[in-house]
């Protein structure tokens, strides 16, 4: 299970003042929590990832830029043309980042000789 790190979520989105009540009323640390521990014990591997750029970054080609996210639902890349839904896109870079950061997580530890 691969999730964006949740911590600090407040401090780096940006929303119209009738919707701060409502983000701010939610315990995104208790939800990280609560996917933790329900991953531990279906025996599932759960990781965190670095949110930034997932949304705006291009699945085929990797190039990076706030215009591939015309609109807060659509993503568009600049230089390739791949489009699709934004969130999409996010959740396919958060898996990516994932599967990455997993080859680090659980690599051999190299033996040296002698």
């Not at 911590?7 to 780096?12: A, V, W």
């Not at 983000?23 to 329900?38: A, C, M, V």
């Not at 930034?52 to 085929?60: D, E, G, H, I, N």
């Not at 996010?90 to 994932?98: L, P």
Request: proline share 6%; with cysteine.
């Amino acid at each position: 299970m691969a999730v964006e790190e949740l911590g600090g979520i407040r401090d780096r989105v940006r929303l119209r003042r009738d919707q701060r009540d409502r983000l701010s009323s939610w315990p995104f640390h208790q939800l990280g929590e609560h996917l933790k521990y329900k991953a531990r014990q279906a025996g599932v591997p759960y990781i965190e990832v670095d949110p930034a750029y997932t949304s705006q970054r291009c699945l085929r080609c990797g190039h990076t830029e706030k215009a591939n996210r015309s609109t807060r639902d659509h993503f568009c890349c600049r230089r390739c043309g791949l489009a699709g839904p934004a969130d999409h896109v996010a959740g396919v870079n958060v898996r990516n980042r994932a599967r990455s950061a997993w080859v680090f997580v659980n690599a051999p530890v190299p033996v040296s000789p002698g």
